[in-house]
């Protein structure tokens, strides 16, 4: 390097003092060491500074006219360009209670007068360190934001854009991920006999592991949903095996995964260790019936099998298909939504469309829970076949 050429500061360091000649020692020595020294005499002139251009550190006085220390750090404190800012405080005021109300103030260290010069570029490099170490962090967390949504945005494509139309049949959905990816997911895909292939589905984990996992899990379930559009004990079988076969990780799926005959009303199912969907006749006011579980979740053995179960959906009746974010949702008074009020909630609104079942259930929910914040993974699907002789609108 030419001598005509200047080195980049190693930081920018704002000296707060009333005593210049505490100004005049600390910029000189600062400077010395290869920081750029900015020295202002009072707390306004601080203030305009650090707004026009942020420093990366401030040493600051307590007494000074007009504004005292305390009240520069409370004002920078409370600029959003300027509260993460260190300060360091350097006073000649040393009672304990004094050192305490600086760092009420938001300061990150104190320095009492007089002070050795060794001591305080100590502590001016250990505050830009950690500064420059929160900064990247800040940066890296910005940045696994900005691929955890872009994940999300890619896991959200898999899922049906618009929901198959069926005559005859209401069909309404929703997800509502607790992060920016989810491990519940759901489809609806008509299958190449005519029936329709119904899937809902929980990795039982959270994050980009458990988005990762519903990835393949949700592309090996519409895989063999296709090869084996009658038997969803062989889709099962197949997936499980996959899974088992194909990945390492100590995570597993429930599934519940029936196939439907529009024509009919026959639905197939095998529930591998999912939520118990329940089903509603609107003429009858007798209790919901559950679809129980069949088989344990996919992904922990291969020495298993599931049960292929029946079930009727005549006209009128009303399916509601759910993963355990509804039922273990949590209130203020940290009491579970439950199973219980989930079917008495569907057998009051058994009578409603698919559009009015569903969003009278996430109406209930967010009432139910209130200011608590979501912790996991929702799903929703409500599936009625009309009454018989009408086409009811959702």
């Not at 004094?98 to 505050?127: C, I, M, N, S």
């Not at 992060?179 to 519940?184: H, I, P, V």
Request: proline residues 7%; hydrophobic residues 40%; aromatic residues 6%.
């Amino acid at each position: 390097m030419s001598r005509g050429q200047l080195e980049t500061p190693k930081a920018d360091i704002l000296i707060v003092d009333d005593t210049p000649a505490n100004l005049q020692l600390l910029s000189k020595m600062l400077a010395k060491q290869g920081y750029r020294a900015r020295p202002v005499p009072e707390g306004s002139l601080a203030l305009a500074a650090a707004q026009a251009e942020p420093p990366d550190l401030i040493l600051l006085d307590i007494r000074m006219p007009e504004m005292d220390g305390y009240q520069v750090c409370a004002h920078l404190k409370s600029d959003a360009q300027t509260r993460d800012i260190p300060i360091i405080f350097i006073s000649a005021l040393d009672e304990t209670r004094d050192k305490v109300r600086a760092f009420e103030a938001g300061g990150v260290d104190y320095v009492t007068k007089p002070f050795q010069f060794e001591e305080v570029l100590a502590r001016v490099e250990t505050h830009l360190t950690l500064r420059r170490l929160q900064q990247q962090l800040q940066d890296a967390n910005q940045k696994m934001e900005q691929e955890l949504a872009l994940a999300g945005e890619v896991q959200a494509s898999f899922l049906p854009r618009q929901l198959p139309d069926i005559p005859s049949w209401q069909l309404a959905v929703t997800l509502r991920p607790s992060r920016e990816t989810s491990g519940d997911f759901y489809d609806v895909s008509l299958l190449p006999n005519g029936r329709l292939g119904i899937l809902v589905a929980d990795v039982v984990d959270k994050g980009a592991a458990a988005a990762l996992f519903m990835a393949l899990s949700w592309t090996l379930l519409r895989t063999y949903a296709a090869e084996y559009p009658t038997r969803p004990e062989q889709v099962l079988s197949a997936v499980n095996r996959r899974i088992l076969e194909d990945t390492d990780a100590s995570q597993f799926v429930t599934v519940f995964y029936g196939t439907l005959d529009p024509l009919t009303g026959n639905l197939v199912y095998c529930n591998a260790g999912h939520c118990p969907p329940c089903l509603v006749h609107a003429q009858d006011n007798g209790p919901a019936r559950v679809l129980p579980r069949t088989g344990m979740a996919l992904g922990v053995t291969q020495e298993v099998a599931w049960r292929q179960e029946t079930v009727q959906l005549d006209p009128g009746s009303a399916l509601v298909l759910y993963t355990d974010g509804i039922t273990e949702a949590r209130n203020e008074q940290r009491a579970f939504f439950g199973e219980h009020r989930l079917l008495e909630l569907a057998r009051a609104n058994r009578k409603h469309p698919a559009q009015g079942i569903h969003d009278a259930f996430l109406a209930a929910l967010d009432d139910f829970v209130g200011d608590m914040p979501q912790f996991d993974d929702v799903v929703l699907m409500v599936v009625v076949r009309d009454p018989a002789g009408s086409q009811a609108q959702p």
